[in-house]
């Protein structure tokens, strides 16, 4: 049986093969600034947490059509907590900083639909599969300033994911090879375990709880982009 990771593996090499291996005529880069709105489920468990996002995008135009294929990754963070305390190594008496982020990654084989790029204002629809990590990390030191005395990962979970939107690109030069891109996401995936940032508390004893919530990531995803048409 497949794991979650491994159908995104599979996800991703069969966007690929339909990338023709002939040169591009027309390939373009973009990066992508997103936050995610949790809606339904995920609104239920996390609650009116915002999921900002920051990616790169590369799309491949198949010469004589209106579709664009290509392949989207971006990292976010959806919560980072601070925690002090000296009961964290037994006979220390000191205060340490505990600095505990919240993070996700998406990998995603991208499909545009854009029946023209001439327009003003050029419409697009898109689609987007693949998959989706989520990851909480903590690191242990001194001070603000100080090396991290320990580190480590302490949730962390994979799930497919798929996202479904529409978007305008406009030109901003006249040789029209830039562009910013206005776009909206319905987003969603598989159930996963994960914190936020009031997941991890500390007992009268010091010791830390995780209390890990599980549901998938449904999200409005509003988007802004640049993206550059490479000669």
Same mark, same amino acid.
Request: proline share 4%; glycine share 10%; hydrophobic share 40%.
């Given at each position: ?33 997103? %936050?995610?709105?949790? &809606? ?9 947490? *915002?999921?900002? /996002?920051? #990616? +790169? ?87 603000? %300033?100080?090396?991290? &005395? ?9 799930? *497919?994911?798929? /996202?479904? #939107? +529409? ?65």
């Amino acid at each position: 049986m497949l794991t979650a990771f491994n159908k995104c593996v599979v996800v991703f090499l069969l966007v690929i093969s339909l990338i023709p291996i002939s040169i591009a005529q027309e390939i373009s880069g973009a990066v992508n600034l997103k %936050v995610g709105v949790p &809606i339904g489920g995920f609104r239920s468990e996390a609650g009116g947490v *915002l999921l900002p /996002q920051i #990616g +790169a995008e590369g799309l491949y135009h198949l010469e004589g059509t209106a579709i664009h294929l290509g392949l989207d990754v971006a990292y976010g963070r959806y919560g980072t907590d601070l925690h002090r305390s000296n009961a964290i190594f037994p006979g220390v008496n000191q205060n340490f900083r505990i600095r505990r982020n919240n993070n996700f990654m998406t990998f995603l084989g991208v499909v545009r639909f854009m029946p023209r790029q001439d327009l003003a204002f050029s419409p697009f629809l898109e689609a987007k599969v693949g998959g989706i990590h989520t990851f909480t990390r903590s690191s242990i030191r001194e001070d603000r %300033v100080s090396e991290s &005395i320990a580190s480590g990962t302490e949730v962390y979970d994979w799930a *497919l994911t798929y /996202q479904l #939107g +529409a978007g305008l690109m406009r030109a901003l030069n006249s040789s029209k090879d830039f562009f910013v891109e206005f776009k909206l996401y319905y987003v969603n995936t598989g159930e996963m375990e994960y914190l936020t940032r009031r997941g991890a508390t500390y007992d009268a004893g010091g010791d830390l709880i995780l209390n890990t919530l599980t549901s998938p990531f449904q999200m409005v995803q509003p988007s802004v982009s640049f993206r550059y048409f490479f000669p």
